[in-house]
């Protein structure tokens, strides 16, 4: 399948996945929370492959070999396993506290929700620009550079950073306050994933062990 033909398929599948998960399990399509997260979710996918498309294809070939199947250390299948359960859950409490009005959100709030999922989304675009070797799956590669400057100068970890942003951001899009209980084990799951990472890179990327005495924060800085 070529570059092009993928980036179409997975810029319209995941909308259209999260759209049929949180529509059935609301009971109705009368659901303006759910609506924008679909837009917003399509607009900032395709605005964030597409750039990487033209100017890094590499690096959009790396970022679109993601999943429990594409990962090559047992412990990271199970934790993209966990990760996507962790978000298929979230997805599901959001729509069935829509379903029976459990919380109220304002719409301020949900706008406010959509931010933060479009900022999330993002992410991994700028990641990406300032280190064309970060993918979706936990390897190095030979000739990989240790990225330390720009967004890796605040964390170690910024693309999932973005990763936690958006999670946090959905349930609020969705008009639901229980979906952001998900949110910690979302986060455990991250954090499983990135010791392991960090084992990997402290042992295969020159400089690590360096790099991370110098950038002392993994995802959130001042915080951990």
């Known amino acids: 399948m070529t570059a092009v033909l993928r980036l179409l398929v997975s810029g319209l599948a995941q909308p ?4 049929v998960i949180v529509f059935v399990v609301a009971g109705t399509v009368d659901y303006w929370q759910a609506w924008l997260l679909v837009g ?5 996918v395709w605005t ?3 750039y990487l498309l033209r100017a890094h294809p590499a690096a959009l070939q790396r970022r679109m070999r993601g999943g429990p199947g594409a990962e090559t ?3 990271q299948k199970a934790v993209m396993a966990g990760l ?10 959001s729509a069935l506290d829509h379903r029976f009005g459990w919380t109220h959100v304002p719409a301020p709030i949900s706008l406010a929700g959509n931010v933060l999922v479009a900022a999330g989304l993002m992410a991994p675009m700028l990641v990406v620009i ?9 390897r190095v590669e030979a000739g990989q550079p240790l990225a330390s400057t720009g967004l890796y100068g605040l964390v170690r970890h910024p693309m999932y950073t973005g990763n936690v942003i958006m999670m946090v951001g959905v349930p609020l899009a969705l008009g639901s306050y229980w979906g952001l209980i998900l949110v910690l084990p979302g986060v455990l799951v991250l954090a ?3 010791r392991d990472e960090e084992n ?8 690590y062990l360096e790099y991370t005495q110098k950038v002392r924060y993994r995802l959130v800085p001042g915080m951990w």
């Open 16 to 19: 259209v996945v999260l759209g």
């Open 40 to 44: 917003v979710f399509l607009v900032s």
């Open 48 to 50: 964030s492959n597409v």
């Open 73 to 75: 250390r047992m412990v």
């Open 84 to 93: 996507w359960l962790s978000l298929l859950t979230m997805l599901v409490v």
């Open 130 to 138: 300032q280190n064309n070797y970060a993918g979706s799956t936990v």
């Open 192 to 194: 499983t994933r990135i």
């Open 200 to 207: 990997l890179l402290r042992a295969e990327l020159d400089g």
